[in-house]
């Protein structure tokens, strides 16, 4: 019994990544990055993208390096190369307002990016649920 369910689970297990490793693939020749028609830097490793230099000990001389060449607004490159992690970077005074004040309503925060605000991106925190009846007298 145990030896079918682990050998469907092995036999299935390769369909599901190719399945998977293929909607990556296509995704990424059909379907078009929203930030792809903004300008930005380079990605300055393949590992850590441009993230190094943006959040690195010499990152003001860096910000100011690429506002001069790219404008108040760009895109950078996070870790891995990755579509996922390519990122807005605006300095842009009108734009913050719209999204902080004016349109905040359009930018909703979800309570999963509050809490990741708060207490970091690490799991460690979890929403308490009481798991039985509190009994008084």
């Not at 230099?53 to 990755?82: C, E, N, V």
């Not at 996922?84 to 300095?91: D, G, K, P, R």
């Amino acid at each position: 019994m145990v030896d079918s369910l682990i050998t469907a689970i092995l036999r299935t297990l390769p369909v599901f990544a190719a399945t998977w490793f293929a909607w990556r693939f296509l995704r990424r020749l059909f379907v078009k990055h929203p930030l792809a028609d903004i300008v930005g830097p380079p990605s300055d490793s393949w590992a850590a993208g441009s993230l190094l230099s943006i959040i690195g000990p010499d990152a003001w001389s860096y910000h100011d390096k690429l506002i001069k060449k790219f404008g108040k607004t760009f895109r950078f490159t996070g870790m891995m190369q990755s579509t996922q992690e390519q990122a807005l970077y605006t300095f842009d005074p009108k734009a913050m307002h719209h999204i902080f004040v004016k349109d905040q309503h359009l930018f909703p925060e979800t309570d999963e990016f509050i809490r990741a605000q708060i207490f970091g991106s690490a799991r460690i925190i979890l929403p308490f649920a009481r798991k039985s009846e509190v009994i008084t007298a």
